[in-house]
């Protein structure tokens, strides 16, 4: 935010960053954005959900953060995710990768997670 990046800019840079891929924006589809209030009672987020057009070939080298592995979508759904992403990133994935969806949810520890639509466009 300091730098005034963009959302494409941030995707760009951090697929090169993590996996060592040099993407235009067009190499991009921006499918979605998430503002999540209260992430695991932290603080707040703002995500943009982006789908990679081009596809990868063959796993990037590990790096700090973790490693990279290939996952078909049923296998996602056993993978150790934050809860919020199991009901905030992947249905709407499904629903939403070829078109776009806003998002807005209440993530409090306190409350049971409250999503609410607020712009939906189907890609089809």
């Not at 049923?74 to 992403?85: G, M, N, V």
């Not at 939403?96 to 607020?118: H, M, Q």
């Amino acid at each position: 935010m300091s730098i005034g990046e963009s959302p494409y800019e941030c995707a760009r840079r951090e697929t090169k960053e993590e996996i060592d891929l040099e993407l235009l924006d067009s190499d991009l589809h921006c499918f979605g954005y998430i503002s999540e209030k209260s992430f695991e009672d932290s603080g707040h987020w703002l995500m943009f959900l982006f789908k990679c057009k081009p596809t990868i070939q063959q796993l990037p080298t590990a790096i700090s953060e973790g490693s990279f592995g290939f996952f078909s979508r049923s296998e996602i759904d056993q993978l150790k995710i934050p809860a919020s992403d199991r009901k905030l990133v992947w249905p709407y994935y499904d629903q939403y990768s070829d078109g776009f969806v806003g998002l807005r949810a209440n993530c409090s520890s306190t409350n049971k997670l409250e999503i609410i639509e607020e712009l939906k466009i189907d890609g089809s």
